[in-house]
């Protein structure tokens, strides 16, 4: 299995541009994540969602950020307008839901977002 | 909600020594916790877990221990080695019915000096 793929791997933008950040679960996995990791504020969930539908986006910082799942091969966070303190790595996760296996999240390689 | 604390937050050991991570949680309703490793520049990859019904697991070099009661967590790495430098993260979560996300520690960067 190829993991968990995401896309671009770097991103660098500036302040007030959109960026869209995409991830590919897992296929078989029903559980997508959205984390962003930061030095002051260490791994944060942002959203996640099964079965491509959002369960919990309490993470989800301001309404400049939104998370789509238009099915179960593909997610994509959005931030419209980018800041400066949204420069993070964001990981994408998927894991299985299944009795008998694991609860394990697995990540992806993350992509590393700056906004000038 | 749960709340997970981690010590130490930097590791130096010598090569072939041990390492010891400690981890605890808040809320006695978690019952499964992953201890994550973090390369630099990758996604954190999951090393060894433990579920709340067992008190120890042991991978090869690896091994985790679980106190309900004191509602802490550690890993264990023996025979320290090189590779075995990165950031740790342990994390707590409670399944089934109470969502499916993880709460993870700071983390813990450990140094295996050569």
């Known amino acids: 299995d190829a993991g968990v793929i995401q896309s671009p791997r770097h991103e660098v933008t500036e302040m007030g541009q959109e960026v869209t950040l995409r991830c590919k679960p897992i296929?078989?996995?029903?559980?997508l994540f959205w984390y962003r990791q930061t030095m002051m504020r260490g791994l944060e969930l942002l959203i996640y969602?099964?079965?491509?539908?959002?369960?919990?986006d309490s993470g989800m910082p301001e309404d400049r950020f939104s998370a789509k799942m238009p099915n179960a091969s593909f997610s994509t966070l959005k931030i419209q307008p980018s800041e400066p303190r949204d420069s993070a790595v964001y990981f994408c996760?998927?894991?299985?839901?299944?009795?008998?296996?694991?609860?394990?999240?697995?990540f992806g390689p993350g992509t590393r977002l700056t906004v000038l | 909600g749960e709340n997970v604390e981690q010590h130490p937050s930097t590791l130096s050991v010598q090569e072939g020594d041990s390492a010891v991570i400690k981890c605890t949680y808040s809320?006695?309703?978690?019952?499964?916790f992953p201890w994550y490793k973090q390369e630099l520049g990758k996604g954190p990859q999951l090393i060894i877990d433990?579920?709340?019904?067992?008190g120890e697991k042991k991978d090869q070099r690896i091994a985790v221990t679980l106190n309900k009661t004191a509602k802490h967590f550690s890993l264990h790495i023996t025979e320290t080695q090189p590779e075995d430098s990165a950031v740790y993260f342990c994390?707590?979560?409670?399944?089934?019915?109470?969502?499916?996300?993880?709460?993870f520690g700071p983390g813990t960067r450990l140094s295996v000096l050569p």
């Open positions: 969602f099964n079965n491509n539908v959002p369960i919990d």
């Open positions: 809320d006695s309703a978690s019952n499964y």
């Open positions: 433990i579920r709340s019904n067992v």
């Open positions: 296929s078989g996995h029903d559980y």
């Open positions: 994390a707590a979560s409670m399944r089934p019915l109470k969502g499916q996300n993880f709460v």
């Open positions: 996760a998927s894991k299985r839901s299944s009795a008998s296996s694991t609860d394990t999240q697995y």
